[in-house]
């Protein structure tokens, strides 16, 4: 008999380590350098930003966590835009996931996983590209295999990074005095400080992306109703400490002045407590970061392709579970070879833009199906509820629309190409959608 649905193989714990996993990739050992620049060299401003991000990424995980309770399904954000918006602008943020979001974060991903194994080794600009593609081919293999194996993997990696992540902390902020010299806040008001901070959180939320994901993979989660909620919660709650924690250490490794300037801080900071040789073992962990928050990518986002070929407004096979390995194996092996694509033709900065500014016009759009579950409840009371109800998922919803909207004002030709490759989707979407109408009719005539 052929399996026609995806097995329920995640538990809690693999839910929370995939929250962590999804998020923690390279944005915290990279952006902390431009946040403190873009104010000033201040550490007080620096962590409210970082602060805002995690407030305003809990606020959406309270939402996600009654939505993927009231419809625990595989394609999660997906899901929740087709029920209160209707399929064809659901299929528009699925279309921006496999062209523009996932397969962005993925290319993002390789192309910083190559720059730091440069440090091990030296690359030329091909010889990157090339290890940019081979990461995502590894994870094409992985994630073809089997959930299980993937998610394995996925807790292995994540608990490394979160525990390097900890105890390097706890070397610095031991060992460094640059806290004894870092301004927590300058002594008069600086007029370009909002502005400043304003541009900053535009990179945190993209470190703080993914917290997400784990909604794509509710129809894989046991016990979802209970077990997903809970898990985006607990794990997006987790992600402020750790964001915030290594920020106060880097700075007391450093000081604030040499953070705010370094191409490399966190490896920057490691070193100048504990020697060269330390760098090159964080180095190591970075590496190990960035495969993990890549393998999280393809292991949840595949779903959402699963669930719109079972809709029928994508190629079809994308819909088809491996007889062996009980996986959407063409769903992955597709997403890959686009993001593979992607890691050896963009540019770091370029793809990093793509994913912020795409992603959280939808991000806003499913918070924003809440109220169209609400409004239509007629059955019981799903086992999580938001607390805040209405004005959390409001607070989120108009936080993510200032976040696009700052976008398109900084910079206003990377956010014309994004909705420009978004609106590329309508006409495919007739096209599925014709075809699928037309597939119903003949089996009308010839039952």
């Not at 706890?170 to 370009?192: K, P, V, Y």
């Not at 686009?338 to 918070?367: K, R, S």
Request: aromatic share 12%; proline share 4%; glycine share 10%.
């Amino acid at each position: 008999m052929t399996q026609t649905t995806l097995p329920r193989l995640l538990g809690f714990r693999d839910l929370v380590l995939l929250t962590l996993g999804s998020v923690i990739g390279s944005g915290i050992f990279i952006v902390p350098a431009s946040v403190l620049q873009s104010t000033g060299g201040q550490l007080g401003p620096a962590l409210l930003v970082w602060l805002a991000g995690g407030v305003l990424s809990v606020l959406g995980a309270l939402t996600y966590a009654e939505l993927a309770a009231i419809k625990p399904d595989a394609g999660g954000i997906y899901v929740y835009i087709r029920d209160a918006y209707g399929s064809f602008i659901a299929f528009l943020y699925g279309w921006a996931l496999f062209f523009v979001i996932s397969s962005a974060t993925i290319a993002t991903l390789a192309v910083a996983f190559a720059g730091y194994l440069s440090q091990f080794m030296p690359l030329s600009t091909w010889g990157a590209r090339v290890v940019a593609v081979g990461m995502v081919v590894v994870l094409a293999v992985v994630n073809v295999i089997g959930t299980r194996q993937s998610a394995n993997l996925q807790n292995w990696t994540t608990a490394i990074k979160v525990g390097a992540i900890l105890l390097m902390s706890a070397f610095m902020l031991t060992t460094g005095g640059g806290l004894s010299e870092a301004r927590l806040f300058a002594s008069s008001g600086e007029s370009s400080l909002l502005l400043g901070m304003g541009a900053a959180l535009i990179g945190v939320m993209w470190a703080y992306e993914g917290w997400h994901c784990i909604t794509y993979s509710a129809g894989e989660a046991i016990d979802p109703q209970r077990t997903v909620g809970k898990a985006i919660i607990i794990g997006t709650a987790t992600l402020i400490g750790i964001y915030l924690l290594a920020n106060i250490a880097y700075v007391a490794a450093l000081g604030a002045e040499r953070s705010a300037h370094s191409e490399r801080i966190a490896a920057e900071a490691i070193e100048a407590v504990l020697g060269p040789q330390a760098g090159k073992a964080l180095a190591l962990v970075i590496l190990i970061s960035i495969f993990s928050a890549a393998n999280a990518s393809v292991l949840t986002s595949t779903r959402v392709y699963f669930a719109m070929a079972r809709d029928g407004i994508f190629f079809e096979r994308m819909g088809e579970v491996h007889p062996r390995w009980q996986t959407p194996a063409f769903a992955v092996t597709v997403s890959c070879a686009w993001a593979a694509v992607m890691a050896a033709c963009g540019g770091f900065e370029e793809l990093l833009t793509y994913v912020v500014f795409a992603g959280w016009i939808f991000y806003a759009l499913g918070a924003a199906s809440i109220f169209h579950y609400r409004r239509r409840q007629t059955q019981a009371r799903p086992v999580f509820q938001t607390p805040g109800y209405p004005w959390t998922p409001l607070v989120f919803v108009l936080a993510a629309g200032v976040l696009v909207l700052n976008t398109v004002v900084l910079q206003p030709g990377r956010a014309l190409v994004g909705v420009a490759l978004i609106l590329l989707g309508a006409p495919a979407f007739w096209f599925w959608r014709r075809q699928r109408t037309s597939q119903e009719n003949l089996g009308r005539v010839n039952p």
